[in-house]
Each structure stands twice: as structure tokens, then as C-alpha cells.
Nanobody, 124 residues
Framework: QVQLVESGGGLVQAGGSLSLSCAASGGTFSSYAMGWFRQAPGKEREFVAGINRSGGTTYYADSVKGRFTISRDNAKNTVYLQMNSLKPEDTAVYSC?????????????????WGQGTQVTVSS
């Protein structure tokens, strides 16, 4: 059983930056592909970014490509999401998720474990 705990959310003005962290415990972190997802009020949860087990391959939603960067430190059992040039439409609850597999997937149903989420609010 893997536990995931996100941190780093908050309120930021448009154009600003935030860095999210997701700390994992209870499993072999390097065995899991990791993803960041977000859910805005009244909307479906959507894929934001993903990273494979080694950290060598990353994937991004088109809406965040060039602005967000996902990374991981397997020695610290942590995955990160650096968010730059934030826009009001990035406002959402951001959650990390772990998938027991090699490949990153964008489908929420492909993930085995989820964190509680952290709120990111971008003001205009």
C-alpha cells in the first residue's frame, strides 16, 4: 500500500510560479510511474504531467507544455511539479498518483494510488 502526500499549493498571481511536491511512503517508489492530475470545480479530473519509473521520460498535457516540469527523486521517494507562467485557468486541486507499471498513462483509471490533493489558485 502506497501513501501519497502532496504539498506546495497556494495562491499566486497570474504569471507567477509554484512548486508542488508529492512524498510517497509504504512501497517501492521506483516501481511506480507517477502522474500529476488536476480537477477544477465542475470539471472532470484531467491529466497534467507524467513521468516514468526512472525519470527519463516525461509527458505533458498540451495545456501545460512549456510551462510545467515534472521530475522525481527516487532516493527521496518524491515527485515534483514545477509550475511557471501560471494562468487563472490552472486553478484546480492538484493530485499526484502512482501507477504500478512501466508506462505513464493519462487515464485516471490506470492509476493505483492517489494523494488527497493540494489547492492551487491563480488570481488574475
Amino acid at each position: 500500500q502506497v501513501q501519497l502526500v502532496e504539498s506546495g499549493g497556494g495562491l499566486v498571481q497570474a504569471g507567477g510560479s509554484l512548486s508542488l511536491s508529492c512524498a510517497a511512503s509504504g512501497g517501492t517508489f521506483s516501481s511506480y510511474a507517477m502522474g500529476w492530475f488536476r480537477q477544477a470545480p465542475g470539471k472532470e479530473r484531467e491529466f497534467v504531467a507524467g513521468i516514468n519509473r526512472s525519470g527519463g521520460t516525461t509527458y505533458y498535457a498540451d495545456s501545460v507544455k512549456g510551462r510545467f516540469t515534472i521530475s522525481r527523486d527516487n532516493a527521496k521517494n518524491t515527485v515534483y511539479l514545477q509550475m511557471n507562467s501560471l494562468k487563472p485557468e490552472d486553478t484546480a486541486v492538484y493530485s499526484c498518483a502512482a501507477r504500478a507499471g512501466i508506462m505513464v498513462r493519462a487515464n485516471t483509471r490506470e492509476y493505483d494510488y492517489w494523494g488527497q490533493g493540494t489547492q492551487v489558485t491563480v488570481s488574475s
